[in-house]
């Protein structure tokens, strides 16, 4: 999993002292099976999640991102509600109505992070997004396209700040199952 978009969330949450996990889908890199459409990869992350809340103590927040097709898999389990928060990064809306976020649950924490020449979340996909979700912080990366070429280091920027301000309001919450509910 050598994504550079992927290595760079990961850069930035082990830096901030967060456990991570990453992982291909089906049939993408070394991973074996093929593409299920969506509902099989669910299921992985689903699994991922699971197998992550064992290893953690009680009440540990899960915080889920996903770039591109893996923020359309990470919303439908943050819908879910097992995560705490939800990070969105180039989440390919504006491939038509088949391509909208399910309802997320409106205490969900969520930060999305677009480039403003992303081909698969053009400006009228990011402001629907604004709309549907209009408590989440919407960061938009001026020159980025949906690779974030030569923009790694604003994509890293923004998902550190959003990540330092939820970790520390999900720190003051009642120790409990973040996110169950």
């Known amino acids: 999993m050598d ?58 927040p899960i915080v889920v991102a996903g770039y591109s097709f893996g923020s359309l898999v990470a919303a439908d389990v943050a819908a879910a509600g097992d995560v705490a928060a939800l990070a969105l990064i180039a989440p390919p809306v504006g491939l038509g109505d088949s391509r909208r976020l399910p309802a997320l649950p409106p205490h969900l924490p969520v930060a999305v992070v677009v480039g403003t020449l992303d081909e698969y979340c053009p400006p009228e996909a990011t402001e629907r997004l604004r709309a549907e979700l209009a408590t989440a912080r919407v960061t938009v990366i001026d020159g980025a396209n949906h690779f974030f070429l030569g923009k790694l280091f604003p994509v890293g920027e923004a998902l550190r700040a959003w990540l330092e301000t939820t970790l520390e309001e999900l720190a003051r919450q009642p120790r409990r199952r973040r996110g169950a509910g």
């Open 3 to 60: 994504n550079p978009v992927v290595v760079r969330v990961v850069e930035v949450s082990a830096a901030l002292g967060l456990a991570t996990i990453r992982f291909n889908f089906r049939g993408v890199g070394g991973s074996t099976g093929a593409y299920g459409g969506g509902e099989p990869e669910q299921r992985d992350l689903l699994a991922a999640v699971a197998e992550i809340r064992k290893r953690l103590p009680d009440g540990s």
